[in-house]
């Protein structure tokens, strides 16, 4: 069988980790030929995987990544099936298909996006509920929201939980190294994800505001690129000494950042899975997370 999986990489987040981890694991599938169409074909070389780059320049140029430059490519490779791993397949797509819906955020919490974000998720995710032959959904959760959504699609909706890598051993030379390297905090409360608005990245710095204001010496060290609607989020990180933010840390050192958290906080008021979430629950650390799907 021949498999043609779309994975956008340039984008950073959990549809982008998912994407990578599911091919490189596919990638040793006996019998199975995997061809990626990938924005970032740099980021799943050495994989062993077929890898057809076309380019994606973000914000708008995702309607011409999505309804022309993949299907040109799908038709050149003309695979048994079509698995789109971000909420939206091609029009007039021909190839069976499956799509992967992260969430429904854009449904949910319609104000934390921006407006043309929420009209071509909402647009994208109810096209690939009418032509999709299964949806893959992280969680019961996401499952329940697309089923009321989009319920003449419910019978073809599949619960597959993410799979999480487990947190390596991370030594104290290692800590030294990566604390040197980033200038980490002695002391920190670690929120993970992209700042946008429904992540409530500003609660995180309030709150650490008011543990410094009663002598302790932490500070919010905020791990993520600025996503739809962060200024409530870079008022409160710009405001003091309180916050520290970097937009991106790399894959091998975040087991390091986290393990040396003295808590990780998500008071995300929705979420699908929560890739974030989970890695600081294998890193066997202080998790707290706010109780909303």
């Not at 099936?81 to 955020?105: C, R």
């Not at 970097?246 to 998500?266: N, Q, T, W």
Request: proline fraction near 6%; charged fraction near 20%; glycine fraction near 6%.
């Amino acid at each position: 069988m021949h498999v043609a999986i779309a994975v956008l990489c340039g984008t950073t987040g959990g549809p982008a980790t998912y994407g990578r981890r599911l091919v490189q694991s596919l990638a040793a599938v006996q019998d199975l030929r995997v061809t990626v169409l990938t924005d970032r074909p740099e980021m799943l070389a050495g994989s062993g995987l077929e890898i057809v780059p076309v380019p994606m320049r973000g914000g708008l140029d995702r309607l011409r990544w999505q309804h022309w430059a993949v299907p040109r490519a799908l038709q050149k490779l003309r695979p048994d099936v079509y698995h789109d791993t971000k909420n939206a397949l091609p029009l007039g797509l021909v190839q069976p298909a499956v799509v992967t819906v992260h969430d429904l955020a854009y449904h949910t919490v319609p104000e934390t996006f921006g407006w043309f974000s929420r009209l071509f998720l909402r647009r994208a995710t109810a096209h690939a509920s009418r032509h999709a032959r299964a949806l893959v959904v992280p969680s019961q959760a996401t499952a329940t929201d697309l089923a009321r959504i989009h319920p003449a699609c419910a019978a073809r909706i599949h619960v597959v939980p993410h799979g999480i890598d487990a947190a390596p051993d991370v030594g104290s030379e290692q800590r030294d190294q990566v604390r040197a390297r980033l200038r980490l905090p002695q002391h920190y409360v670690l929120h993970v994800g992209t700042v946008q608005a429904r992540k409530n990245v500003d609660l995180v710095i309030q709150g650490v505001r008011l543990l410094r204001q009663r002598g302790l010496p932490h500070k919010a060290l905020v791990v993520g690129r600025r996503g739809w609607l962060a200024d409530a989020a870079v008022r409160e990180i710009e405001r003091d000494d309180t916050a520290m933010w970097i937009e991106h840390v790399d894959a091998e050192d975040l087991p390091a950042v986290y393990a040396m958290a003295a808590a990780f906080v998500s008071p995300s008021a929705y979420e699908g899975f929560g890739f974030s979430v989970a890695d600081a629950l294998a890193a066997e650390g202080e998790t707290n997370a706010a109780a909303i799907a």
